[in-house]
């Protein structure tokens, strides 16, 4: 969002003046169609409960047993195979005792040497992302038909970057992009991913915000595989893109718009040209400037905040403005971290990510809310929907219990933060 500015309305404190920020007042010709809509809702309410009393109750399900390796060994259909195997990954974590986890192994065994396909996918899907399963079991998963590996490759914590890399030299193109869409990846696993020197692979690579990838990964990306397009439409949304890799990315573009211009609006190539190369220096212009005036931000606010004069109301009164930039640099100087990090955070859809960068900021409750509101009133007004109204009490309550338990929790705090 850097250089963007929004103009938001004047925004309240919880509280302050009469009713809560961002109530909407219905008018007084309104107030029959409303106690129509409460009655109507109130009808469905009870019907639902009317509903869940007849509902016949759900039966515990039968704790996997001897009986189940008996069915197994005794080689009953595949569906009834991959029934066991499903029941045995929602059970996992139940099995606590020497005697109960023989009996889980003695059911692993048998299932992961299952000649048939659909079983063996089964129990790949019910222990893909779990902790407490034997590791030789995942080992062996991962390296299975790849519709019985991929869920394991994208989701085990069990696999080690080196374990993962082997997988990727070793096999089909699909095992690779099974990997690259980890949540989070290794420098060492993207330089793997990398050396395959595949398209596809690439793009889901750079497209994975959890990749590290670095300066010379995105250079390599870019030198290889920069003019296919879905390399570089995955290419532009990574966060913190060195600017000499962008300038790189926007003449790639322009090659491409140029090709457009001529093929799609029939325009002659001297005229397409000189189109393209006027937006490419007008873009290339608009990145430096604000390059050069983010830094300039920085060391001026940084000033402001050593000497005392840059508090949370400053920080937010620049939101309130529009200075987008100086509210972005605001937060990240009062939680303490890199800037790129805190845009991030600022904007990522999970909203428990925005109360973690404003707790790291110190923020307390009301400033984080007209944060939180001022964010999602600029994101409807771009995207054109219409703005929320239900911040009533009840909302402000319920955020205000989130926000207080959230931070009382470190260690949840600490991994929102990690992104």
Request: charged share 30%.
């Amino acid at each position: 969002m850097g250089g963007t500015t929004f103009l938001l309305p004047p925004l309240r404190y919880p509280g302050e003046g009469v009713g809560h920020a961002r109530t909407v007042r219905r008018p007084a010709r309104d107030s029959e169609a409303g106690m129509q809509f409460d009655e109507a809702g109130a009808a469905r309410s009870r019907r639902r409960e009317a509903l869940l009393a007849r509902a016949p109750t759900v039966a515990a399900e039968e704790p996997l047993g001897a009986a189940d390796v008996a069915r197994l060994a005794a080689r009953p259909c595949p569906q009834e195979r991959a029934r066991i195997a499903e029941k045995l990954g929602r059970q996992l974590s139940s099995f606590t005792q020497p005697a109960e986890k023989a009996l889980v192994e003695a059911v692993l065994e048998l299932l992961v040497k299952d000649v048939a396909l659909e079983v063996r996918k089964a129990l790949a899907q019910a222990v893909a992302d779990r902790e407490d399963v034997p590791g030789w079991v995942v080992r062996r998963l991962a390296r299975d038909a790849i519709e019985v590996a991929e869920p394991v490759l994208e989701k085990s914590p069990l696999l080690s970057d080196e374990e993962l890399v082997a997988i990727v030299k070793t096999n089909a193109m699909q095992y690779a992009l099974a990997v690259a869409g980890r949540s989070q990846l290794s420098e060492l696993v993207c330089e793997a991913l990398l050396d395959r020197g595949e398209t596809p692979v690439a793009a889901k690579l750079v497209g994975n915000p959890g990749a590290r990838l670095t300066r010379a990964a995105l250079e390599r990306v870019l030198a290889e595989h920069g003019r296919d397009r879905s390399v570089q439409d995955r290419l532009v949304r990574r966060p913190e893109l060195p600017f000499e890799l962008v300038d790189k990315l926007v003449r790639l573009i322009a090659e491409r718009l140029e090709w457009e211009l001529v093929a799609a609006m029939r325009l002659p190539l001297d005229t397409a040209r000189a189109i393209v190369r006027a937006a490419r220096e007008r873009s290339t212009i608009e990145l430096v400037a604000r390059e050069h005036g983010a830094r300039g931000r920085e060391q001026a606010l940084a000033a402001r905040w050593r000497a005392g004069e840059l508090d949370h109301d400053a920080v937010l009164a620049m939101l309130r403005e529009g200075d987008v930039v100086g509210f972005e640099i605001g937060v990240a100087l009062h939680a303490g971290e890199p800037l790129g990090r805190v845009r991030r955070l600022l904007y990522d859809v999970d909203r428990r990510r925005l109360a973690a960068i404003c707790l790291k900021a110190g923020f307390p409750f009301p400033h984080y809310l007209l944060v939180r509101i001022a964010l999602e009133l600029a994101e409807a007004t771009v995207a054109g929907r219409p703005t929320r109204s239900d911040y009533g009490p009840d909302t402000v309550r319920f955020l205000a219990e989130q926000y207080r338990k959230l931070a009382a929790d470190s260690a949840r705090l600490s991994a929102l933060l990690a992104i």
